[in-house]
């Protein structure tokens, strides 16, 4: 089982940039593969990025590709969310997740089997 807690959310400009983290306890880190997902006012969670267990392998949602970049350091037991040219439409909980399939299996599935209490992202116009 392994406990994860972002941080870094918080309220900037749409244009700028923004990193979120997340960090997990317990040790295995690098056997869980690690995805970011948001969820906005009133709609469904959604998938952003998974990146696979050694890193190389990264998947995105098409509606930041090019702006976000998962990236992850198995050695501080994190994986991180950089955000780019952000948008209002940016604005949302973003959450962090860890399961045991591989990217390839799991990139754009929600059904991940442990979730961190999720950070607010909120972008200004």
């Known amino acids: 089982q392994v406990q994860l807690v972002e941080s870094g959310g918080g309220l900037v400009q749409a244009g700028g940039s923004l990193r979120v983290s997340c960090a997990a306890s317990g040790r295995a880190f690098n056997r869980y593969t690690m995805g970011w997902f948001r969820q906005h006012p009133g709609k469904e969670r959604e998938f952003v990025a998974v990146?696979?267990?050694?890193?190389?392998?990264?998947y995105y949602a098409d509606s930041v590709k090019g702006r976000f970049t998962i990236s992850r350091d198995n050695a501080k037991n994190t994986v991180y969310l950089q955000m780019n040219s952000l948008k209002p439409e940016d604005t949302a909980v973003y959450y962090c997740a860890a399961d045991y399939r591989p990217a390839d299996v799991i990139a754009y599935r929600l059904d991940y089997a442990y979730w961190g209490q999720g950070t607010q992202v909120t972008v200004s116009s």
């Open positions: 990146i696979s267990r050694s890193g190389a392998s990264k």
